[in-house]
């Protein structure tokens, strides 16, 4: 899912298109039929096949998904018997918790961003220190602050209340040595991530409106909604990094957002490489089912710079509205906060004592107006599409 060079020189010079042609004082909300064929490249017409998962022989498998999918809501697979992957990653609220900050067995430094478009993606967590989503999902079981749960209790309660369907779907289910239940506990994490890849995401008022223009209708966005679009693809340049039908590049930006603890300043991507190339589930590692030509994101792995520093994942824009508060550590609670930082963006903070380099500034000053702010807002909320109501994979077993 990452553009190549080619590809980013095509999406600006389409910019340049749509900026020249579209946005210089138009207000009509009437488009051509090259523009209707651009937009149509962000709407889930043009989402692909989900990549290959050659780390996870069983990313596929139907059977490990539904598997997965009773482990994702087991409250049973914490210390405390509260706490599921579902706790933070609600259906009801597109796979969120609308908390600034995550809670499981107490308060974690980061926003729980959705599950919807994650196996697009190369990168977990907001600094991608996980290249999986098998190996993501292992890391909360054992966070303290999350599941608090140890591998030996995993695999006993894999043993107690599932040992009939991991046997019929993974094969021996021992505890003869450490390794053994090792496999037993990156087996939960390869069901889970079975599961996460059945999520489908919700169509869109912005995909319908594409669809409507696509057949020579009018659609039905208000004149606020077009306008908000014209600035996304145009003046706001949002769509340099929110591209495509997930609306995400997957690539780590600085973008100046504050500091949520001045202290103890969050390294971001910086320390996100380092954790990636330690972890011992990452896509060379011996759990992983990957080739030895296979983890090309791994091995030509970006390992250092300035730009690292502070840079956070280019998150989703789809079911933004519905996904609130916004960023790694939450620290905008409206989209209208959101928009206002990116019209007026602060340099990011700098401290010489915690910072290996200064941080790298992603982002130009928007200066937008109060009308523009607006506009930009109303087409942000066009992003959102209905909850599935009979989606099975949508709910709990």
């Known amino acids: 899912m990452f553009l190549t060079i080619k590809q980013q020189l095509i999406a600006l010079l389409w910019l340049l298109i749509w900026s020249i042609s579209l946005w210089a004082e138009d207000e009509k909300p009437e488009f051509t039929a090259r523009d209707v064929q651009y937009l149509k490249g962000f709407t889930l017409a043009s989402l692909p096949p989900l990549p290959e998962a050659k780390d996870n022989d069983y990313a596929d498998n139907a059977e490990v998904a539904v598997f997965g999918q009773q482990l994702f809501f087991d409250t049973r697979l914490s210390a ?6 579902s706790s933070c990653h609600q259906p009801d609220k597109y796979f969120t918790d609308n ?3 995550a809670i499981g067995q107490g308060e974690t430094s980061r926003n729980t961003p959705t599950l919807l478009g994650a196996s697009y993606g190369p990168w977990k967590y907001w600094d991608g220190r ?21 591998r030996e209790q995993v ?10 369907d991991y046997q019929q779907l993974f094969g021996v289910l021992s505890a003869s040595s450490e390794s053994d239940r090792t496999r037993v506990f990156v087996n939960v994490g390869k069901a889970l991530m079975a599961y996460q890849r059945q999520l489908s ?24 909604e077009v306008a908000g679009l014209r600035l996304f693809m145009g003046k706001g340049a949002c769509m340099s990094c929110h591209n495509g039908p997930l609306l995400t590049n997957f690539e780590f930006h ?30 060379q590692s011996d759990w992983s089912d990957a080739g030895e030509d296979d983890c090309e994101e791994l091995r030509f792995l970006k390992k250092t710079g300035p730009e690292l520093v502070g840079a956070f994942k280019t998150p989703t824009l789809r079911s933004v509205a519905d996904t609130a508060p916004y960023m ?3 620290q905008f609670l409206t989209l209208e906060q959101v928009v206002a930082h990116y019209s007026q963006p602060s340099p990011p903070f700098y401290d010489r004592e915690q910072h290996p380099f200064r941080p790298h500034f992603d982002v130009m000053p928007l200066m937008l107006n109060a009308q523009e702010i607006t506009d930009l807002v109303a087409f942000l909320k066009t992003l959102s599409g209905d909850i599935p109501a009979n989606d099975p994979w949508w709910s709990e077993p």
């Open 80 to 85: 405390n018997q509260e706490v599921a992957c």
């Open 99 to 101: 908390l600034k900050l």
């Open 130 to 150: 996980k290249d999986s989503l098998w190996s993501q999902a292992l890391a909360p079981l054992e966070a303290p602050l999350e599941h608090n749960f140890k």
């Open 155 to 164: 695999f006993e309660l894999v043993q107690k209340y599932y040992a009939d």
């Open 201 to 224: 995401l919700p169509v869109s008022r912005f995909d319908q409106y594409v669809y409507a223009l696509e057949k020579g209708e009018k659609g039905d966005f208000t004149s606020s």
């Open 254 to 283: 600085n973008v100046g957002v504050p500091e949520a603890d001045q202290a103890n300043v969050d390294l971001g991507r910086y320390l996100g490489i380092e954790q990636l190339r330690e972890d011992e589930f990452n896509c």
């Open 328 to 330: 790694h550590a939450g």
